[in-house]
Nanobody, 118 residues
Framework: QVQLVESGGGLVQPGGSLRLSCAVS????????MNWYRQAPGKERELVAT????????DYADSVKGRFTISRDNTKNTVYLQMNSLKPEDTAVYYC???????????WGQGTQVTVSS
């Protein structure tokens, strides 16, 4: 059974930091390019960050470039998103997924809420 369990969200002040985790099971993480997405209220889900299967290449949405860092530990079946210098516009539910499942809209987890507010 495929599971993607996001955690680490919360309420943080502008300029603060959070580290999100995505624990996966039911598939072989080391074979998959992994993405972090977010969905703000009233908006469509958007791609935030991508990391290739080995971790050798990463990419970011322009809105988070220089502030967010995606990483992975295939031995722990976990993908991370370090978020620094958070802004109110980063407020959203954050999800992780494989690149392929993200494209086909399958196997989404419950997400983790990030709220940036003073």
């Amino acid at each position: 059974q495929v599971q993607l369990v996001e955690s680490g969200g919360g309420l943080v002040q502008p300029g603060g930091s959070l580290r999100l985790s995505c624990a996966v099971s039911g598939f072989t993480l080391r074979r998959e390019t992994m993405n972090w997405y977010r969905q703000a209220p009233g908006k469509e889900r958007e791609l935030v960050a991508t990391i290739t299967s080995s971790g050798g290449s990463v990419d970011y949405a322009d809105s988070v470039k220089g502030r967010f860092t995606i990483s992975r530990d295939n031995t722990k079946n976990t993908v991370y998103l370090q978020m620094n210098s958070l802004k109110p516009e980063d407020t959203a539910v954050y999800y992780c997924n494989t690149k392929s499942w993200g494209l086909t809209n399958r196997n989404w987890g419950q997400g983790t809420q990030v709220t940036v507010s003073s």
